[in-house]
């Protein structure tokens, strides 16, 4: 089906906006690795890359 173009402006609107909050996340998480270590925020951060893999996997 063919979106109109208010539709897709939204929708990139919309993913503009989720980049962005993904990309002030990063940020904070570079934050808390000056606290805890960096060595111990890749240790989190591999286990979500492993959620993300299994969520991946699940989908298709």
């Given at each position: 089906m063919?979106?109109?173009p208010e539709v897709v402006q939204i929708k990139n609107q919309i993913?503009?906006?989720l980049?962005?909050?993904?990309k002030i996340h990063?940020?904070?998480l570079?934050?808390?690795g000056r606290v805890i270590?960096?060595?111990e925020?890749?240790?989190?951060l591999m286990k979500a890359i492993e959620l993300l893999e299994l969520q991946k996997?699940?989908?298709?």
């Open positions: 063919n979106q109109t993913r503009e906006s980049y962005h909050e993904l990063f940020l904070e570079t934050g808390i270590g960096y060595d925020l890749q240790k989190e996997d699940g989908r298709t």
